[in-house]
C-alpha cells in the first residue's frame, strides 16, 4: 500500500506546526523522520493515520483519502505506536498483544477466532516476546516492555506501521535490538515502516529513506548515507559534527559542540 502526504498544513493555538508539506513514503520501505524538537515531527505521524484530524490537505493509501476509509478499516491498513502508552498493571503480554486485533473484531467477538490466535502468536513470536506471554507488562524490563507494546500493533496485521521514537528510554543494548526487529519485519514481510527517530546513527544506519522537517517544511530528503552529512546538522540542529568511519567501515555522526551563531 502507498502512502502519501498532500499538502499537509498543521497549526495550533495561531502556531503553524506543518507548512504545505508533500510526501510520498516508499512502500515496502523503512523512512525516518528528524528534526529539532518541535519540528512537527510527531504530529505528522498522527495525521498520517488520523489520530490528528484537525489538519488540511490530504491523507491518501492507495489513491484513496483515508477521511473516507471507516476506523475500522484503517486500522486493519496503518498502525501506530506513539512515545506515550500505559497498560493497567495486571495486564498480560498475551493479552496486551490481543488487544491488536480489535479492528478485526464485531462488537467485541472475533470474526475469526483462528486468525486472532494466529495473528497473535505470529506477533509474540516476531517480537520475542513468547516466553513472556503470561507474565505482566509492568513487570518486564524497558526493552521487555517496548516489544510488547510494538507486538500490539503487529497484532493488527498493518501493511503500515508508525513508530514514535521506538528506543525512547532505552539502554543501548535494548535500542539496538528493537531497531533490529523493526529492520527484520521490514525485510521478512516487506511492511512498510514510518519512524520518527532522534538518533541521527540510527537514522543513518535503520532507515532507507530520509525526511528531514525543518520551519515547518520538508527541508531535505532522499538516503540517509547521502542527506545526512556535517552541513546539514548543523542546518537543521545548530550542532557541529563530524562523520567518521568506524573499524566495520559504517559511517558514525559524533555530536561536538552548539553552533551559537545559527540560534
Not at 479492528?103 to 506477533?123: G, M, Q, T, V, Y
Not at 509474540?124 to 526493552?143: C, Y
Not at 521514537?165 to 519485519?185: F, G, R
Request: aromatic fraction near 6%.
Amino acid at each position: 500500500m502507498k502512502l502519501s502526504a498532500e499538502n499537509i498544513s498543521f497549526e495550533i493555538g495561531g502556531k503553524k506546526i506543518l507548512n504545505d508539506v508533500s510526501y510520498n513514503f516508499a512502500e515496502g520501505k523503512r523512512t525516518g523522520i528528524i528534526g529539532s524538537n518541535g519540528a512537527g515531527k510527531s504530529t505528522l505521524l498522527k495525521i498520517l493515520c488520523l489520530l490528528n484530524k484537525k489538519f488540511t490537505g490530504n491523507v491518501t493509501i492507495d489513491g484513496e483519502n483515508i477521511k473516507n476509509i471507516s476506523r475500522n478499516n484503517l486500522a486493519k491498513m496503518i498502525a501506530i505506536l506513539p512515545q506515550e502508552h500505559d497498560a493497567p498493571f495486571d495486564t498480560t503480554v498475551e493479552q496486551l498483544t490481543s488487544y491488536g486485533r480489535f479492528p478485526h473484531r464485531n462488537l467485541f467477538r472475533s470474526n475469526d477466532p483462528k486468525e486472532d490466535r494466529e495473528a497473535i502468536e505470529w506477533a509474540l513470536n516476531v517480537t520475542q516476546l513468547k516466553k513472556f506471554s503470561d507474565r505482566q507488562v509492568a513487570t518486564l524490563s524497558g526493552g521487555e516492555r517496548q516489544r510488547a507494546w510494538l507486538a500490539m500493533t503487529l497484532a493488527q496485521k498493518p501493511k503500515i506501521l508508525l513508530l514514535d521514537e521506538p528506543t525512547t528510554y532505552l539502554d543501548i543494548k535494548h535500542q539496538l535490538e528493537v531497531m533490529e526487529i523493526i529492520s527484520d519485519i521490514n525485510k521478512r514481510y516487506e511492511m512498510t515502516i514510518i519512524m520518527v527517530l532522534h538518533d541521527l546513527n540510527h537514522a543513518r544506519m535503520f532507515t532507507d529513506d530520509l525526511v528531514v522537517i525543518k520551519d515547518q517544511k520538508i527541508f531535505c530528503s532522499g538516503d540517509p548515507k547521502n542527506i545526512l552529512t556535517v552541513g546539514l546538522i548543523n542546518k537543521v540542529f545548530g550542532v557541529e559534527a563530524d562523520i567518521f568511519k568506524n573499524d566495520r567501515g559504517d559511517s558514525i555522526v559524533m555530536p561536538l559542540s552548539i553552533n551559537h551563531k545559527s540560534q
